[in-house]
């Protein structure tokens, strides 16, 4: 790509734990090129981050706005960006952007969230999420006041409030379940993915009712599979169904107004469908929000405001 073509670009850069994904964003807000791998801020020291960091400048020379969202602001970082506390709206964000230099490319850092819950007074944090959010409310892909959901490794369950994060909550369900499935007791009782099939929605019920804690359901899933009560075969799916209806408890007692929504779904399609299905089976309604670029969409809106312009 020429320089011609690059004018009026910007670079958004989504790194997280596990993965390095970097954009160029036209002045429409639109990806026209991308690059990504699995490197990670884990994985890194701040040598290999600099390396990271000049790939994207030889790859894309002359474009001088570049913004970072995600763990690069961590405490595990180049440098902690902070979080700016909620109830907080895009502008908010905006003016926590904190300037640093990688290497010879200079950086503007997205700061992450935090809030301190209304229902159970206790806090919680996030990063990189908050950009892709923004960016969904600025392409009217989400509503201005609701629950919204991110199911992935973290799950987010947010409560938006006029445009603004109010408040969320974050279930570590997808970690569990990759962790547990990886090595140790339950990786024995797996044998394939996880799917909407009956032995899931019995693990949803078992989540929900909560008749033990989820240490004692955990360890039972292999109980039940070593006695012929769960096929082998369907040990990923009630494992996955009884991580996500113990999550579904705890959002619907964080928010009680999640019930009588239709709440929109964002993330991995597979992922997005389990979650989907998990939901109807409790009468919840739900659907899937397109998510692809809206994170450049939070990019481009951060460096309008830093203008002083509307994108």
């Known amino acids: ?13 989504n790194w997280g734990s596990s993965n390095f994904r970097a954009y160029l964003i036209d002045a429409d807000a639109k990806v026209v090129d991308a690059m990504e791998a699995p490197a990670g801020i884990a994985g890194l020291d701040r040598d290999g981050m600099i390396r990271h960091m000049a790939s994207v400048a030889v790859r894309w020379p002359g474009v001088t706005h570049v913004y970072a969202c995600g763990m690069i602001g961590s405490n595990i970082g180049w440098i902690d960006a902070g979080y700016v506390e909620c109830p907080v709206a895009l502008g908010g964000l905006a003016q926590g952007l904190r300037e640093t ?17 209304t229902r159970d007074n206790a806090s919680d944090i996030m990063r990189g999420e908050e950009t892709e959010l923004f960016g969904l409310l600025v392409s009217r892909r989400l509503p201005q006041s609701g629950i919204v ?13 006029g445009g603004r994060v109010r408040e969320f909550s974050t279930a ?28 899931f ?11 033990a804690g ?14 012929g009560d769960i096929k082998r075969s369907e040990g990923a799916s009630y494992l996955r169904g009884l991580l996500i209806g113990s999550e579904v408890a705890d959002a619907r ?7 009588e929504a239709s709440i929109p779904l964002v993330g991995s399609g597979t992922v997005c469908a389990l ?14 929000v397109e998510s692809r670029e809206a994170i450049a969409r939070g990019f481009a809106e951060m460096h309008a405001l830093r203008l002083g312009s509307p994108a």
């Open 1 to 13: 790509m020429n320089q011609k073509h690059m004018q009026g670009c910007i670079v958004g850069i």
């Open 101 to 117: 230099r990688i290497g010879e490319v200079e950086v503007l850092v997205v700061p992450g969230l935090a809030c301190r819950r």
């Open 149 to 161: 959901a991110l199911p992935g490794t973290h799950t987010k369950w947010v409560r938006m409030d």
């Open 172 to 199: 570590m369900s997808g970690e569990i379940f990759d962790r547990l499935t990886a090595a140790g007791l339950l990786a024995s009782i797996v044998d394939g993915p996880a799917h909407a099939s009956p032995a």
């Open 201 to 211: 929605f019995d693990g949803v019920r078992a989540g929900v009712r909560r008749d």
């Open 214 to 227: 989820l240490g004692t359901l955990l360890f039972g899933a292999r109980a039940a599979v070593i006695r």
């Open 253 to 259: 007692a964080l928010f009680p107004e999640l019930a």
């Open 275 to 288: 979650y989907a299905a998990a939901l109807s089976h409790l009468d919840i309604d739900s659907h899937a």
